[in-house]
């Protein structure tokens, strides 16, 4: 009886799934500023985002400090559709075989801090912004792949003799992810035109789940009933059978005993015996591995709580060049791979759960690195108008992380953005982003998905006096459809499309103060 074969409570893929409200790989954001949302290609940026997205051209600003504060909200939707036939006997479900479930993430609090002195051919810079997550997650209704193990449970009660016709359940879900990052270095300018730059990187990884799953039970007569009690009344019935199995197979081997004692073990009477005591045998193995299975399954259909929280950190270099001459701008960063290591600390109610531990065991760990990533950018002026084209390479199949089952090849984003001073005091800008994931879809679930996409940003900066500019952006993030088609541990079809929405939005000021 296949009724539960897949992990019930499998969340360790949901490491990152606030995460990608904002822009960059499955891993990984990279904006970092109201500037970025407001021209998405800041590669040679010479503002105070500088600090991040062009650490070595920080030496091309004027001497004195320079700092950026800014602040970023974001609002997602992640919706599973999914068509599975035994979803039509969900009693909240209309009979349908199809059933949308949704999970939302508003994070109005996404900071980031950039910070430069420049003097002469050095600058010393320190940097803190969200570097993934960023935000909470809620699915009301649960997950389609949970779900599905428990709408087989009407077919596997038949097993036990019980006609059941319908199935319910109680669930809910929330994740929380946040990763810090810390930046601290210094740019050198070799000449008049190039640059160089080293920072260190410091990132704090935060994750919490929390959720229940609860009132699993069947339709049986026109009446919901509690699963765990119908398994623990099987399992009841079938260790009687197994005493009366083992009394019977003790009186029989005592017979057989003493016929070959008595040295008439070939008689047919002895084989007659050893013939039912093969039989009782294979019962009692039968039965042992059904009270198994049917025990199992008690435990896994009583209530669960969900109580983790996972913590990590890691150390990283980050290494960059800058050109600078004229009209044109170029820059070429590396961050390398951050190694974290997340240990799993479960609240009590959650450690003495053997469902919840099996997944999360306390005190374990688990990687969840973050890609290294290339990026190279290069622009012009034309007069008032600045034009950048940026390219970032992001090397997933390096990285040990929730999303590696998925990865295929690594992803490639491609930006472009202009910039306009329309006055002296006012700036526009606009932007677009391809970001371009290599996944195979049909490993997909509604945990562990991640979509290429389309982003556009517009906004505007204003220079409220000679030291302070404001700056405002938005960014909507236009998704492809992903389809995963497979089959449950049953061996039934399923079908999930998956689809997101993503809006952010951004304000930023920036400082200049002299030498």
Request: charged share 15%; net charge negative.
């Amino acid at each position: 009886m296949k009724i539960f074969t897949k992990t019930v409570l499998a969340l360790v893929a949901t490491v990152a799934v606030a995460g990608q409200a904002l822009a960059g790989g499955p891993m990984t954001n990279t904006n970092q500023s109201a500037s970025f949302l407001r021209s998405l290609a800041r590669g040679t940026s010479l503002d105070p985002d500088a600090v991040y997205n062009n650490p070595a051209g920080t030496v091309f600003m004027a001497d004195g400090w320079h700092i950026g504060i800014n602040d970023q909200m974001a609002y997602q939707t992640r919706t599973t559709t999914s068509t599975f036939a035994p979803f039509a006997l969900g009693a909240n479900n209309g009979a349908s075989a199809t059933k949308e479930f949704q999970g939302s993430v508003f994070s109005p609090l996404i900071p980031s801090v950039h910070a430069m002195w420049k003097h002469n051919r050095w600058a010393i810079m320190l940097g803190m912004g969200v570097n993934g997550g960023g935000g909470t997650i809620e699915y009301n209704d649960g997950l389609a792949s949970f779900e599905r193990q428990f709408s087989v449970l009407p077919a596997g009660m038949k097993a036990l003799g019980i006609d059941a016709t319908g199935y319910g359940m109680d669930m809910y879900l929330k994740g929380s992810s946040m990763t810090l990052a810390f930046n601290a270095g210094a740019a050198f300018r070799i000449t008049d035109w190039l640059s160089i730059a080293a920072q260190i990187r410091y990132s704090s990884t935060s994750n919490g789940y929390e959720g229940h799953m609860k009132n699993i039970g069947v339709v049986v007569g026109g009446q919901m009933t509690p699963a765990t009690t119908i398994f623990n009344n099987a399992l009841n019935t079938m260790k009687t059978q197994f005493q009366d199995y083992s009394a019977q197979y003790e009186q029989l081997n005592t017979m057989y005993q003493q016929l070959v004692a008595a040295g008439m073990g070939d008689s047919a009477q002895a084989q007659q015996l050893q013939a039912g005591l093969t039989q009782l045998q294979a019962g009692l193995t039968q039965l042992q591995a059904g009270m198994q299975t049917v025990g199992e399954n008690a435990v896994k259909t009583a209530d669960h709580t969900l109580d983790v929280k996972q913590k990590g950190h890691s150390i990283s270099p980050v290494v960059a060049l800058a050109f600078h001459k004229d009209k044109w701008d170029a820059s070429l960063k590396y961050e390398f791979k951050m190694a974290t290591e997340l240990e799993v600390e479960s609240a009590e109610v959650s450690a003495k759960d053997p469902v919840i531990n099996a997944i999360f065991p306390n005190g374990a760990t688990i990687k969840s690195e973050t890609p290294a990533l290339l990026a190279a950018a290069v622009s012009r002026h034309f007069g008032p108008v600045k034009v950048t084209a940026e390219w970032h390479h992001y090397f997933d199949k390096d990285a040990e992380n929730s999303f590696s089952p998925v990865i295929e090849g690594n992803t490639n984003e491609y930006l472009l953005g202009a910039e306009w001073s329309i006055s002296d005091r006012w700036l526009v800008s606009a932007g677009a982003q391809r970001t371009a994931l290599n996944m195979n879809e049909n490993a997909y679930s509604d945990m562990n998905f991640s979509i290429s996409s389309w982003s556009v940003g517009a906004g505007l900066a204003f220079l409220c006096t000679d030291n302070i500019r404001l700056n405002l952006g938005v960014m909507p993030t236009f998704y492809d459809e992903a389809v995963a088609v497979g089959k449950d541990s049953n061996g039934i079809d399923f079908k999930d499309v998956y689809n997101r929405t993503s809006m952010a939005w951004g304000v930023g000021l920036d400082f200049k103060f002299g030498k």
